[in-house]
């Protein structure tokens, strides 16, 4: 057991599963927070054993005090802020997707520069940048201009400036960690999680056409926790903003490559539909603030993925209407 105490918020989703899964792999005493309790998936990526080890909180981030009072009661070294809402959610209830994105983020800082914390890492997102017409240098660097094409990207820039302003004014170091499309056991929502459930179907020998096509760049959620408990662990001294790359490839030789996997796969991809986002990023921040970046090859990810949705189903634990959604 180290001396380390990680708060997690967002800890019920895809990500935050995954955190929770290598911190308590290295025995590390975990606050996981979130406003739902449902637990459907840490329990995909978690053993029953490994689910008793956290120390689970209903937290509402947008409650600055109780933030704060969990930091210090818990003796939070380290904070891993995952909490906030996708895209829709925010187009669909503007006022409270920035009250859980912005000031929900500010209340983390708050409680970083008033507790007795060593690193925070927190989800800033690739939407805070443009289409790629709206960029010549490539791979793109991660002080690129930001062209925010939705509400839930301009909240993640108002996120990078608030960390830039902390640091500046109070010293309050930050890793913004901007992960593009992630894939891997318990990513369901939204459609870029149209690569794991690619994956998915294959698995389940169900028919499945990926709604997008295209570069993209993808990052199996084994590993972009790693990157984000990394980077907490890095206790940045100043607001450093990172782009994750991993593995940059077109949706056609993902397809392509599950049905090297699983020849029987049924799965297509609409290539005519792109997403608004660029794929070849320069993680050149990441590799200098944690050093050897996580990556999981991409055809052992999918094997590992392949053979634990098998065993998922087989138990009764995954949720197959996701792929009709």
Not at 147 to 164: D, H
Not at 176 to 186: A, E, F, K, L, T
Not at 250 to 260: F, P, S, W
């Amino acid at each position: 057991m180290t001396d380390e105490a990680f708060l997690v918020t967002g800890a019920m989703g895809c990500i935050g599963a995954w955190v929770l899964r290598h911190l308590t792999d290295d025995g590390v005493r975990v606050v996981a927070a979130d406003l739902g309790t449902d637990r459907a998936r840490p329990r995909l990526v978690m053993s029953d054993e490994a689910l008793d080890a956290p120390t689970w909180l209903v937290l509402d981030v947008t409650d600055g005090a109780a933030v704060r009072r969990a930091v210090a009661d818990y003796g939070i070294t380290h904070i891993v802020h995952l909490a906030g809402l996708q895209i829709p959610f925010c187009a669909a209830n503007p006022p409270h997707g920035a009250a859980v994105n912005v000031a929900g983020t500010v209340n983390i800082l708050e409680a970083a520069r008033h507790e007795a914390v060593t690193g925070l890492a927190y989800a800033s997102s690739l939407a805070v940048l443009g289409p790629p017409d709206r960029y010549d240098d490539w791979p793109l660097p991660d002080d690129s201009p930001r062209f925010p094409a939705t509400l839930y990207g301009v909240f993640k820039v108002a996120n990078e400036e608030t960390a830039r302003v902390y640091a500046q004014d109070w010293g309050v170091g930050s890793a913004g960690i901007r992960p593009s499309i992630v894939y891997g056991v318990g990513r369901d929502q939204g459609v870029s999680s149209d690569i794991a459930k690619a994956v998915l179907a294959a698995a389940a020998a169900r028919p499945f056409r990926v709604r997008f096509g295209g570069p993209v760049s993808l990052q199996h959620g084994s590993d972009i926790a790693r990157i984000f408990i990394a980077a907490a662990r890095a206790a940045p001294t100043d607001a450093i903003l990172c782009n994750v790359r991993n593995d940059v490839i077109d949706v056609a030789d993902v397809v392509a490559l599950i049905k090297d996997i699983e020849p029987s796969a049924d799965l297509s991809v609409d290539s005519k539909t792109q997403l608004p986002v660029p794929a070849d990023l320069d993680d050149a921040a990441l590799r200098r603030l944690i050093g050897s970046v996580p990556h999981t090859p991409l055809t052992e990810a999918m094997r590992a993925d392949i053979a634990q949705y098998r065993n998922l189903i087989s138990r009764g634990l995954i949720d197959l209407d996701q792929l009709d959604r």
